[in-house]
């Protein structure tokens, strides 16, 4: 009677565990995604938010988020305008100024164009072939096909994103070594973050 008590409350043990562990998968993506966005959220707001409450003496929750959107917006459009040029010209050459500064500020511009610029980089998936002796590949994009400047032939420079990381290392690999993919650079990106476990294609 007892034995059969026991088993009774093992398997209601095992049950209640699965329900949780089922719940959290349901729960863990959904919370984190909404905790993510809260947190940047806030960070944004609270850039510009001392200033407008003491300048117009309110407090609107989300006001400083909004009034943040408009002036990016509106740096963009000017941005586009001939009258900015020189000022962009002007920056960039008092940047130059700080050899260091200038380095993290051209590396930052340039990883950003990358993915919201006009030519966007990170648009040729391909898939890489490490050492000739094993059959071990890697997928990647290709960001530059011409490395004459650093005095490079024959060789194509390929970014490989890390997994569950908002990182990755560049390679400089033999071009004969590089396949090209016919698939969808944004999945690709999402599958090599999500460490392949995120399926090709899935809109789920």
Excluded: C
């Amino acid at each position: 009677m007892n034995r059969l008590l026991k088993q009774k409350q093992d398997a209601l043990i095992k049950r209640l565990v699965n329900y949780f562990l089922q719940g959290l998968l349901y729960f863990a993506p959904l919370g984190l995604t909404i905790a993510m966005i809260f947190v940047v959220f806030k960070w944004v707001d609270d850039i510009l938010r001392p200033l407008i409450e003491d300048f117009l003496n309110i407090h609107i929750p989300g006001l400083g988020f909004l009034l943040i959107i408009i002036i990016i917006t509106f740096l963009g459009f000017i941005g586009q305008t001939v009258v900015a040029q020189p000022f962009k010209l002007i920056v960039e050459r008092l940047i130059k100024r700080a050899p260091l500064l200038y380095m993290v500020y051209t590396s930052i511009r340039d990883f950003m164009e990358a993915f919201v610029g006009k030519e966007k980089k990170f648009n040729q998936p391909v898939l890489v072939k490490l050492n000739h002796a094993s059959d071990i590949e890697k997928l990647g994009f290709v960001t530059q096909t011409d490395l004459s400047d650093l005095h490079i032939k024959g060789k194509v420079a390929v970014y490989f994103p890390h997994s569950y990381n908002f990182s990755g290392e560049l390679f400089v690999v033999p071009a004969e070594n590089i396949t090209p993919l016919d698939v969808n650079s944004g999945e690709l990106m999402k599958f090599i973050v999500s460490g392949g476990v995120t399926r090709m294609g899935s809109n789920e």
